[in-house]
T-cell receptor, first 113, second 113 residues
Framework: GENVEQHPSTLSVQEGDSAVIKCTYS??????FPWYKQELGKRPQLIID?????GEKKDQRIAVTLNKTAKHFSLHITETQPEDSAVYFC????????????FGAGTRLAVHP | DAMVIQNPRYQVTQFGKPVTLSCSQT?????MYWYQQKSSQAPKLLFH???????NEADTPDNFQSRRPNTSFCFLDIRSPGLGDAAMYLC????????????FGPGTRLLVL
């Protein structure tokens, strides 16, 4: 089925702390999992993605892990900065014959100086 | 970053007055999407094109129509906008394939008076 659950819905951390956002899904055939960051009034921007042939991918302070067996993937942000404050959406590319992304509900991250 | 262009960026219309939003892309991607995004929510897919093949989401209101005259351009027509149609409308493109990134345009914010 087409469903992505994202937790938490809001996350508040102190600058320098780590932030973790987790998504679980039901479409076991999906094999592409992007994460988008959306600042207020702006477009969703792809920040990192992972394909099903790897379990982890890192880009500077951002990492994504994927557990296909358990059907969950997570975004990890280390050494958070105030400019990391935004809404983060996980997504997956639905395998059911269409070319559409299924989005999680979003996590509002606030990084306090 | 001007690979997916949306015009206008802000659109004000009157209740019931037809409005057209436009999207163009320089990426030569054959998949194009229209999303509606309301405040604090994830983008909601309205429809998408795979080349000229049109795919309507089951819950997209009849009030919303789309046209894609060629690979580069895609239009969203709202025949009789209601107050509930005020939202950000996002266009996105993607090349074919199961592990490809989707790119969003900057969006058009629609206000219905």
């Amino acid at each position: 089925g087409e469903n992505v659950e994202q937790h938490p819905s809001t996350l508040s951390v102190q600058e320098g702390d780590s932030a973790v956002i987790k998504c679980t899904y039901s479409d076991s055939a999906s094999n592409y999992f992007p994460w988008y960051k959306q600042e207020l009034g702006k477009r969703p921007q792809l920040i990192i993605d992972i394909r099903s042939n790897v379990g982890e991918k890192k880009d500077q302070r951002i990492a994504v892990t994927l557990n296909k067996t358990a059907k969950h993937f997570s975004l990890h942000i280390t050494e958070t900065q105030p400019e990391d404050s935004a809404v983060y959406f996980c997504a997956l590319l639905f395998s059911g014959g269409y070319n559409k992304l299924i989005f999680g509900a979003g996590t509002r991250l606030a990084v306090h100086p | 970053d001007a690979m997916v262009i949306q015009n206008p960026r802000y659109q004000v219309t009157q209740f019931g007055k037809p409005v057209t939003l436009s999207c163009s892309q320089t990426l030569n991607h054959n998949v194009m999407y229209w999303y509606q995004q309301k405040s604090s929510q994830a983008p909601k897919l309205l429809f998408h094109y795979y080349d000229k093949d049109f795919n309507n989401e089951a819950d997209t209101p009849d009030n919303f129509q789309s046209r894609r005259p060629n690979t580069s351009f895609c239009f969203l027509d709202i025949r009789s906008p209601g107050l509930g149609d005020a939202a950000m409308y996002l266009c996105a493109t993607r090349p074919p394939g199961t592990q490809e990134t989707q790119y969003f345009g900057p969006g058009t914010r629609l206000l219905v008076l």
